[in-house]
């Protein structure tokens, strides 16, 4: 892999990047990452900690939000790559006796059905949200833990027939990462970072707090780090703009990447293929679920006017005295779409992704926004990581869709 461009990057790529950086919080800072081809730049701006001016670098960590659903969605593929799970397995093989939720047992919720959002499970577990709000501007779900989790799946209500419909979940994500770490016996953060992020090279990628991260504001105030012990596979991963290079490059062409000796590439290259193909066929204008991953045609001179229900939110209290209800931004896309009982075999081969399409995720964390997006046949890809306002969110989502788009368009065309 070349070595990537780091300061300002040239002047037609920084013209592009403009309006990007204009839709970061101007409180915080913005770290972002370009690949076009064989051409990778990193772009900075901004300060990690006002208090000191510590500007955001390469190596400064954010927080992903629900950008950390591809990688639970990655390590799902890579365990059924190596055969030790499967996409069709029924979550009740990897649940205690009486822990599973209620649904009707002639379609079991399965692996794959948590991963794609079509599981029927709620965005978060049953009774989560009351005891959230005395917490909610500091650190609303840091004291709902796996036990919890456990004691409230059998009161959780499955809504509709497992496979039928998308209805975005983090709590299906978050107890899909609780369900392979049971089948491998280890943590769920050991698990990621012996299959996926160690052999990938992300050395700055953990679930956990760690050195020099943005320190996000609300209102002038610095924002507490979010935890999600219970679902941490939904939402809790940190990263730096380095590592989501290399991970962003890992989906590009994992050739380009260096692996150490230990890592099987040829069940990381089948993992890394399955993630981004389709498992949904995106009705109504809604975009085409893959494994923690979202897909889209993406026309040219057409501007990605949503976000489907991607950001990663989870929730907020309504006025005060009324009803503490999710709150997602934006609201998700739910359409009917059929989800194949069985899943074929990867090819050694890219997976069939149009120049016109593109795989996409968002997060939205207390702290910090993110946006990864690529275009396997264009081999172009953006990520995004900006600290400061979350309200901001959804007008830095909608400039990094277009920026994008027209990364896309303008290398196509070179």
Request: glycine share 10%; with cysteine.
């Amino acid at each position: 892999m070349n070595a990537p461009l780091y300061g300002p990057p040239d002047p037609e790529l920084d013209r592009l990047l403009r309006p990007l950086f204009r839709a970061a919080a101007p409180a915080g800072g913005a770290a972002v990452v370009v690949i076009r081809g064989d051409e990778r730049t990193v772009a900075c701006r901004g300060h990690a900690v006002r208090s000191t001016e510590r500007p955001v670098r390469a190596d400064t960590r954010f927080e992903l939000g629900s950008v950390t659903k591809t990688f639970t969605g990655l390590l799902l593929a890579e365990m059924a790559a190596r055969g030790e799970v499967g996409y069709d397995d029924p979550i009740d093989r990897y649940l205690p006796a009486d822990a599973a939720p209620g649904y009707p047992q002639e379609r079991p919720i399965t692996l794959l059905h948590l991963a794609t959002h079509t599981s029927g499970l709620p965005r978060l577990p049953d009774g989560v949200l009351p005891g959230q709000v005395p917490r909610w501007f500091t650190r609303p779900y840091a004291t709902f833990g796996p036990a919890h989790l456990l004691r409230a799946l059998p009161r959780t209500a499955v809504r509709g027939t497992p496979g039928s419909q998308v209805r975005y979940s983090n709590l299906g994500c978050g107890l899909l990462g609780l369900l392979l770490a049971n089948a491998a016996g280890q943590r769920y953060d050991d698990l990621l970072a012996a299959r996926v992020c160690g052999p990938l090279g992300l050395m700055d990628t953990s679930c956990g707090p760690g050195r020099e991260e943005d320190a996000g504001y609300r209102r002038g105030r610095r924002v507490p780090s979010f935890r999600l012990p219970a679902l941490p596979a939904a939402a809790a991963l940190r990263s730096t703009a380095d590592d989501m290079l290399r991970y962003l490059q890992a989906h590009l062409a994992l050739d380009a990447v260096p692996l150490p000796e230990r890592a099987d590439a040829a069940v990381l290259r089948t993992a890394l293929n399955e993630v981004r193909r389709p498992r949904t066929d995106g009705r109504r204008g809604g975009p085409r679920i893959c494994l923690g991953w979202n897909q889209r045609a993406l026309p040219a001179g057409a501007v990605e006017p949503r976000t489907d229900g991607v950001a990663g939110t989870f929730g907020r209290p309504a006025a005060a005295g009324g009803p503490v209800v999710p709150v997602p931004v934006p609201v998700p896309v739910r359409v009917p779409v059929p989800v194949p009982e069985a899943v074929p075999a990867a090819t050694d081969g890219p997976g069939p992704v149009d120049i016109g399409e593109v795989v996409y995720h968002v997060g939205a964390a207390r702290r910090s926004t993110a946006f990864v997006g690529f275009s396997p046949r264009a081999q172009v890809g953006l990520a995004v990581l900006a600290g400061g306002q979350p309200l901001r969110s959804r007008a830095l989502v909608q400039s990094a869709h277009e920026t994008l788009r027209v990364l896309i368009a303008e290398f196509s065309e070179g």
